[in-house]
């Protein structure tokens, strides 16, 4: 992993390092065919994508929000929003990941920020009853199974009294109803894993069943 990757900062939030995949990088390059003949899940966590940032810009800016709480970064992919919410002083941090290399690489990235963090490698969308009271989603809706799941899970989640933010640039399928806006950002991205080189991207607040 430190051979196929190279510390850099995500452009929105300079003041988190990562293990990346640089474009002099063979991952980079490497395609999904090719990580499948290799039995290696796409490497969605050596990239920080658009809607994990504006979720990190977030709580970097409004660290009261975070503050003294019970946090779980679902699909936490890097790890970026997850050691932000513990640099901003949460009391406890989970970061969730079903991917063993994306854990892999949240170890490394916390460690190179100094912080600690909880690894969790079960299925969260198979739980139900939760020990967290601020719950993180940066870009989960890009595959409609997933988005599906993960959206009527994270609504329970609310229902059941958590906070629920979700950092998502648009993606194909982020649900029409059961969000509210609470802050928009331009992230600048890189044509080669997006469709334009600046993302509108939109911190929302996952709504409790019904309400819209």
């Keep these: 992993m430190r051979d196929n990757t190279a510390v850099e900062t995500p452009s ?46 977030y709580l970097l800016d409004n660290p009261a929000c975070v503050r003294g709480k019970r946090v779980l970064d679902f699909a936490s992919g890097s790890g970026l929003s997850a050691i932000a919410a513990a640099r901003c002083g949460a009391a406890h941090v989970t970061a969730s990941e079903i991917d063993p290399l994306a854990l892999a690489a949240i170890e490394l990235n916390a460690e190179l920020n100094g912080v600690s963090l909880e690894l969790l490698g079960e299925d969260c969308l198979l739980q139900d009853g939760t020990d967290w009271n601020l719950l993180l989603a940066g870009d989960v809706c890009y595959e409609q199974p997933m988005a599906e799941q993960a959206f009527a899970w994270l609504r329970r989640q609310a229902s059941a009294g958590a906070e629920v933010l979700m950092g998502d640039p648009g993606r194909s399928y982020l649900p029409a109803d059961g969000l509210e806006s609470v802050a928009v950002y331009r992230v600048p991205t890189n044509r080669e894993l997006e469709d334009s080189e600046v993302r509108r991207t939109t911190v929302w607040r996952v709504l409790p069943d019904g309400e819209n």
């Excluded at 300079?14 to 390059?29: G, N, Y």
Aim: no cysteine; proline share 13%; net charge negative.
């Design 12 to 57: 929105l939030v300079p003041e988190i390092p990562l293990r990346l995949a640089s474009k002099v990088m063979p991952l980079w390059h490497a395609t999904e065919e090719e990580m499948e003949q290799l039995n290696i899940p796409p490497p969605y966590w050596a990239f920080a994508w658009a809607g994990g940032q504006a979720l990190t810009r």
